[in-house]
């Protein structure tokens, strides 16, 4: 009994929201089971043959109580079409000629169970009268006679003729009742949207590999009547300014808009979604690339931007690592930037906290704004960089007066950065305060704090040879050993000019404890620990690939 209530439940579904009352061509109850024809990948498979009646759409509707259906059209000149079903039921459009001898061939996604597997397939003919291209108008009205949705609510449906790799918006508008727009897409995706401007729907796509898609006009309250606006447009490379909000749908890869404003004007681009985790892009003729994941939240990213002297830029959107796909909304609006401007290079005090910005006050570096500042130092002082914000995800870089590097992106907890420096050298460093991403503008606190002298407690030169220790990957390796005190702040630099290097900590029984490849820049390893006690411990001074030797120096500070 639980088999045939499940049964029905999917016919009527798929009588009631998968296709419209046109008359059927074509009504077929089969199964698959044992005996049946195998198709190429081994699962059992039937062909149902038929003839266009004329030239239009034939609709095809497939559901199965038992499987995950998949159906291949196969149309004489056409390539083949396979769409597989999202859980039980699965529906595919194709254009035909009358007298067309189309062929459908029934099959699952996966192995189906034994001894039978029922399905029923639903083919359909719509006539060319039926169809929406991408330019028209429609003037529509629901009405009482008009076929009811799984709602309720009265619809009307339309088949639209859609081409590969375009971007469409439908819209939909009404003086007298609140409209909802549903879309129905060739790869079986549903798209739907209720209030676009006020109570009218909009709905903006990418087509991928084309197709009919079905457009389903009715309205948001219950059984609402009277007369309605229908429009396609191709929205492709749409132009996107200060004020505008689009709605769009990300149906896989990424869309793309045009970003058009007056030159220096500042903008805020905010892509927002609550299906998929956004990712945001804008590149321009001059060669920035500004990029954001997440702004306040994973699911909303912004990036503000001074428009240049081109006056246009190109704005993508796209769904983290690629994964996601859904509605989403962009919009675009003027930003007031009323920050602080601090001078460059300016030169730390000991103990300061610095209140800055970035903006369009400061030069763009690869794209990214960046506020220098200085400080001096002897040689083995050390001194803590801290910087915080609620604006932007900060991000420190540390250059050292022989051009090494130290950075930090959430060093003091996301989204604040910290930084130690152990000064190698005397002389002047130079501190660069960022966004990570480089699309930020914001406030943000800068704190400096001396930590005074460290104690070199371990000092050498040494050279990597062939005649030096080698470990199973192939690389050489020297050890040193060296004393720790408990709570002591311990920086362990290793450069090298003629190779990359990697180093280890390890305790005196063998156990890593600390490694690291390049934090302190141009391929040196560099490795900060607190002591949690007074121990002896072993450095390893290696190499980043098998094979490799050179000269290197060691310094430990403590």
């Known amino acids: 009994m639980k088999r045939i209530v499940a049964f029905l ?16 061509v074509l009504r077929e109850y089969g199964s698959l089971q044992s005996g049946d024809r195998r198709s190429r990948d081994g699962v059992y498979e039937d062909r149902i043959a038929l003839v266009a009646p004329a030239d239009g759409t034939l609709v095809v509707t497939l559901v199965s109580p038992d499987f995950e259906p998949l159906v291949v059209v196969d149309v004489p000149g056409q390539e083949l079409q396979t769409i597989g079903g999202n859980g039980n039921a699965l529906r595919v459009s194709a254009r035909v000629v009358e007298g067309d001898e189309v062929e ?20 359909r003919y719509a006539g060319a009268g039926d169809f929406l291209t991408v ?3 429609i003037n529509g009205s629901l009405e009482v006679s008009d076929e009811v949705d799984n709602d309720g609510s009265y619809i009307d449906y339309y088949d639209l003729d859609l081409q590969p790799d375009t971007r469409v918006r439908v819209a939909m508008s009404s003086d007298t009742f609140d409209t909802f727009l549903v879309v129905e897409l060739p790869n079986g995706d549903r798209l739907t949207n209720d209030d676009f401007n006020g109570t009218d729907s909009s709905l903006t796509f990418s087509t991928g590999r084309g197709g009919i898609a079905r457009v389903g006009a009715t309205s948001f309250g219950f059984q609402s009547t009277g007369g309605y606006l229908l429009t396609v447009a191709d929205v492709a490379g749409s132009t996107i300014r200060v004020g505008d909000f689009v709605p769009g749908d990300l149906t896989g890869g990424s869309a793309t808009f045009t970003l058009a404003g007056e030159p220096g004007d500042l903008v805020a681009v905010e892509l927002r979604s609550t299906s998929f985790d956004t990712y945001l892009e804008l590149t321009d003729d001059f060669g920035n690339y500004l990029y954001n994941d997440d702004a306040e939240s994973f699911d909303v990213s912004r990036i503000v931007y001074e428009i240049t002297d081109s006056g246009e830029a190109n704005v993508i959107v796209s769904a983290s690592f690629g994964e996601g796909t859904g509605p989403f909304t962009l919009e675009v609006l003027p930003f007031v930037f009323d920050g602080t401007e601090i001078a460059d290079g300016y030169r730390l005090s000991d ?31 050390r001194v803590e960089i801290v910087l915080r914000s609620d604006e932007i995800d900060s991000f420190l870089r540390v250059v050292a007066p022989d051009g090494s590097q130290s950075t930090d992106d959430d060093g003091a907890g996301y989204p604040d950065s910290r930084l130690v420096v152990n000064a190698s050298e005397a002389g002047i460093y130079d501190v660069y305060a960022s966004d990570l991403s480089g699309s930020s503008i914001g406030s943000y606190t800068l704190s400096f704090r001396r930590l005074g002298l460290a104690e070199l407690i371990l000092s050498t030169e040494g050279e990597l040879t062939d005649r030096s220790l080698r470990d199973i990957t192939g690389k050489y390796y020297e050890t040193y050993d060296f004393e720790v005190t408990a709570g002591a702040s311990v920086t ?21 404890l600390y490694r690291d490849d390049d934090s302190g820049g141009s391929g040196n390893p560099r490795i900060e620990f607190v002591a949690d006690r007074s121990e002896r411990l072993q450095l390893v001074v290696t190499t980043y690939s098998d094979g490799v030797t050179g000269a290197y120096s060691v310094e430990v500070f403590e």
Do not use: C, K, W
Not at 9 to 24: G, H, I, P, R, T
Not at 110 to 120: H, R, S
């Open 135 to 137: 330019g028209a108008t």
């Open 492 to 512: 362990i630099d290793v450069r090298s000019d003629d190779y990359d290097g990697y180093a280890l900590v390890r305790s005196m029984d063998g156990e890593i």
């Open 104 to 123: 459908l061939r029934v099959s699952s996604a996966e192995a189906v169970p034994e001894p039978f597997a029922e399905y029923l397939l639903v083919a």
């Open 9 to 24: 439940l999917l016919l009527l579904f798929a009588s009631v929201s998968l296709f419209a009352q046109d008359e059927a």
């Open 351 to 381: 103990g300061e906290n610095v209140a800055g910005s970035l903006g369009p006050h400061l030069t763009r570096i690869d794209g990214t704004y960046e506020q220098r500042f200085t400080f001096d130092a002897e040689r083995g002082e």
